[in-house]
């Protein structure tokens, strides 16, 4: 809870609903009649309307990127070390836009709206959305913001996907795209993972189906448990033993020293956690399947698992670039092993194919995939500077 | 289903029960009264009886590492690729000792034997065995067997460990130690993992804090999935694209080859299999799950988060190595992430500061973790030299 709000912050804001009437046509066949986005924007938009940047959510991100709902906040929105007066994604410069993603929980149209066709919750009859379904309803919300062209789509993992998919789908409507942290498509490992992680998720017998708000129960330890397996890839080994691994060699010698090992004291020869990352697993898994729906999480992992950008193309992910018309800033991180650097590089390597005009920084950090959200200098040093170029090329 | 029996197996096996009735004292302070090993050999102990090799097996193996138990066996013992006349652990030259460990679910004494002191089944209540109880449990088949000195202890990944201990705690007993795709202990990621593993199978509704024998049920499910994510940890991304990551621009374009992503067809759009590496995974799980008891599979993920053998010695491995007397062969695969080269790496940094002598070869090869399991040339080579140069130092 911040006493007093930090002067670098946005302050407190306020999420905005917007409703959208007109029929959204899904990937898959299937259509949203209609449906709510929340939005969140810092900073103004200026008189020729073209200073907007649109960030874009990961997994589990929401339109809540920067500032306070209240002085009681515990924390700050989830991309608060990056948006911000004078912040890298400065919100002196320029306004900016975060939505909650349709099929998301945190107050755009999703799994636990209420489907206006049967008056019930939609729970897992919330149709399959894709990157493209999201960019295709980020543009409607662009047109209803009155924005001709963004001056920066900006986002990381599963948010960096979405900045793809713009630059193919609207390359007219965009200058710069800033992708961080993501890939081209998944690897079959990165699927494995998100299969097991679906595969915790329906096997809950609480899970019912997908019905569980109507069975008033919840596949909490699915979700915990999917969220654990996430949670381990999304931070480096290296991250996770400097967190946790203090050696024995750490501690004093004090007679017997057995079992001092990772922080907890002796072992206890039995199953409760002996070494603190198996405490500090839990604790993340419980709190976020404390404040997420299941629904959700499943319909996420599904839109990484199908993103695909080349799948018009031939699988020419080159060709897919070909009618991009901005700048490319690609970033990554040296110890991300979910989406590590070569992913990037992939990128990289197909737009130079397709003659775009490119920028690629892999930034040497510790903190794994997380490291995307972390107030890390040299990669918030860059990003700031590049977008402190993007406005000054807006005049 | 062999037709016949390959020239280079060693063909049929039986194995054979060795009870123990001198009491066992556990790194944990339980006490085992009695126990049995249930061991097989192949090849023939020489008179001199120093040409004996011990196999140490790793989280989900067991005794019958090569041959056949019947004609209708669909497969050889775990490590029959190297096992057998004229391979690399030659059973024309060695005496080869392969035991299933205390705890496990094969045969020796493990969570579905009988506790003698109840006369029901110990389930959740068989004590925690350590790698150094493995190895002390060893070393009394050792002495049962009538072998004074192994010619070679030999194992991957866990299997590793118990060698690594075998030369801490018995260093008079052995003239090789060959330790494969181990590790000195486990990270923190490692551990996570691990304990992902024992979160899903405690969890599940079936578990009955382990007593689900006697509820005639069996956690499938939890089990299932803990195999599930330890089999990602098994394989490198390479090769797990390798066998799944067909792109699309491997087919033939016809029409629109939409979703003809990782060969399973048209993307469902729900969530049902999509890519086949799903599938894979799912059979695997399920396999494991039908063949495995739940109780063991906890245990031995225990031993692998205990190992430390630095314990006893201040956390400095090295100065446990300093009475070790024989000689060592470490042994790591670039694309193992379970245990990487550079773990590896750290075993040969300490014993080369304890002036062992030391052996180290890093085997380029796709498989990751698993392929310590598998024929790949250069490895098996290795292996097979190597050995081939401790039979003729046993004159």
Redesign the interface.
Known sequence: MPQTIPTDSVGLVKPQVHHFDEPLLL????VLSSYDLVVETYGELNAARNNAVLICHALSGDHHAAGYHSLDDKKAGWWDSCIGPGKAIDTNLFYVVCLNNLGGCAGSTGPISINPETGKIYGPDF??VTVRDWVNSQKRLMDRLGIEEWAAVVGGSLGGMQVLRWSISYPQCMRNAVVIAAAP?L???N???N??A???I??D?NFHKGHYLEHGTYPK?GL??AR??GH?TY?S?SA??A???K?????E?EGT???R??RTGK?S???N???E??SY??YQGERFSENFDANTY?LMT?AL??F?P???Y???LAKAFENSDCRFLIMSFSTD?RFPPERSREIVTKLLKAKRDVSYLEIAADQGHDAFLMPIPRYVNALSAYLQKVYEGLA
């Open positions: 990937r898959s066949g299937a149709p399959i498509k690897s079959a490992q699927i494995a993972f299969e097991v679906r595969h915790s329906t096997r017998p330890q915990m448990l654990m397996v381990i931070l080994d996770m033993s967190k946790f691994g050696s024995i060699s750490d501690f010698s020293n057995f079992g090992d990772l072992l020869f039995g199953f956690a002996d070494f990352v198996e697993l839990h499943l599904k698992d199908y695909d080349s799948v018009d031939d699988g020419d092993w």
